[in-house]
């Protein structure tokens, strides 16, 4: 057969196959209401023949070669939320950017030489009002777990393992491709809390089927029988989906307690490749925020009943490419910075970050930053001691001066980008000798990794 013959024989069997995938495409009920609920369409048959055609063009033998996915060095964003395996001098350890695709199980950390992340003034997050919950519940970054076992305070009705990815810090959660998950420590959701985790995913992911979906959903309905497609608890659920290119949507739905769908909606987002990006979600009373990095994606004002109990669980409908997760942090209760600090004389927030052993303060803390600036204007004869905190890790002089500098940040920052005359700011610091949580728990860390304002 000459190679006319081939390419033409290559070319029917192509169009052959895109039939078969779209005849069982349409026969597959979940997939087709996914589709529907969710407002993303995944039968791209006639680009995906385009995509074919344009392959042999470039030569027959193309079509057969799995091409390696080379990430390139990229600057990063993340928080220094808990990280065990890295931690010192009182603070969780950055996440740089990563280098390489996540790596399988037995595979070690390599010792990252990333440069580091490019400063960002405050200002970039002039629209960022996300504020984390007072007090942390729960962290998880897989820690214990052995790398290329499912974490063991997890749930789950597919697989997973814990992995390390090239180039990162710690430990990930790698997601199978279609299940559910849930973290089994994390309980009841108050009026009030905060969810925040990174997320990583391959730059080869699929702009079809799903992304990683997050569900706040009734506790009564969280199990392992939990169906994604069709399970009509009341909940409010997000899909996160990145997509090849930077790019990517998500979509958002809400149940109510009659299990009746309310609402439905899409929107593009901006996806960091080959970095990580840090989600937040912010549940207070009925409403629902979800913020990628430094932006606002949703802000649903009734996405959840009064009468019923919340509790979280993830799902995935991959249909090409990996999605990873690690340092998750839930924290509960509203912080009210204007009665605490001005009526309670105190308010510590546990909310301001820091870049590891440093003084720099990390963009993400903005929120938390304007309302302790907006408080402050209103009241303009209040003076205040910023006090800086850290946990045990490291040594208690590198903590104590640690802390020192962190306050006077913070000061700095509050009179350089909301105009608080610094005559009204003292600053002090106690390193780790007054601990608020126990130092042997992920949970009591972030804890006491905190600033604390105290009315003068």
């Keep these: 057969m000459n190679q006319i013959g081939i390419v033409g024989f290559i070319v029917l069997c192509t169009l052959s196959l895109s039939v078969v995938r779209a005849q069982v495409r349409v026969n597959n009920p979940k997939e087709t209401v996914e589709r529907g609920v969710e407002g993303r369409v995944n039968g791209r048959i006639d680009g995906g023949i385009n995509r074919g055609l344009d392959k042999l063009e470039e030569g027959v033998g193309n079509i057969f070669k799995k091409k390696e996915k080379k990430p390139t060095t990229r600057p990063t964003s993340a928080d220094d939320t808990y990280d065990s395996s890295a931690e010192t001098n009182g603070e969780a350890r950055t996440n740089p950017q990563r280098q390489e695709s996540a790596s399988a199980a037995g595979r070690g950390n390599g010792t990252s030489q990333n440069q580091p992340d490019e400063p960002r003034s405050l200002k970039a997050y002039s629209k960022f009002d996300f504020v984390p919950g007072e007090k942390v519940v729960a962290v998880e970054d897989f820690g214990p777990d052995a ?3 499912y974490p063991a305070r997890w749930n789950t009705n597919a697989s997973g393992e814990v992995v390390t990815i090239d180039g990162l810090p710690g430990k990930w959660f790698q997601f199978a491709d279609k299940g559910t998950f849930y973290p089994e420590f994390v309980k009841n959701l ?3 809390a905060t969810i925040e985790f990174d997320m990583v995913t391959t730059d080869d992911f699929s702009n079809s089927g799903a992304g990683l979906k997050v569900f706040i959903l009734d506790t009564k309905d969280r ?4 169906d994604q497609h069709f399970g009509a608890s009341a909940q409010a659920g997000v899909d996160i989906h990145p997509s090849e290119g930077g790019q990517g949507s998500s979509s958002v739905w809400v149940n109510d307690k009659s299990r009746e769908r309310i609402l439905a909606n899409d929107t593009p987002i901006a996806w960091r490749v080959n970095a990580v990006n840090r989600i937040a979600f912010w549940k207070q009373k009925s409403r629902l925020r979800v913020y ?3 932006s606002k994606i949703w802000d649903i004002p009734r996405a959840f009943d009064p009468t019923t109990t919340y509790s979280l669980l993830f799902a995935t409908y991959i249909l090409n490419g990996r999605a990873y997760l690690s340092n998750l942090r839930v924290a509960v209760g509203a912080p009210d ?3 605490k600090l001005i009526a309670e004389g105190k308010f510590s927030t546990t909310g301001i970050l820091f870049d590891v052993n440093s003084d720099k303060i990390r963009p993400e803390s903005y929120g938390v930053l304007k309302d302790i600036g907006t408080v402050l204007k209103e009241n303009p ?9 850290t946990d045990s890790d490291g040594d208690d002089v590198s903590n104590l001066a640690l802390s020192k500098r962190r306050a006077a940040a913070v000061k700095t920052a509050l009179t350089a980008e909301f105009g608080i005359e610094a005559a009204r700011l003292d600053t002090d610091g106690k390193g780790e000798s007054q601990p608020v949580g126990p130092n042997t728990t992920a949970e009591g860390k972030a804890n006491n990794r905190r600033v604390e304002f105290l009315k003068l």
Excluded at 223 to 226: A, K, L, Q, V
Excluded at 383 to 389: A, F, L, N
């Design 337 to 339: 910075t204007r009665s």
């Design 223 to 226: 199990s392992i029988n939990f």
């Design 292 to 294: 990628i990095n430094e």
């Design 381 to 389: 004869g209040v003076r205040v001691k910023i006090v800086g905190h």
């Design 147 to 149: 790398v290329g076992d």
């Design 190 to 192: 108050p009026d009030n």
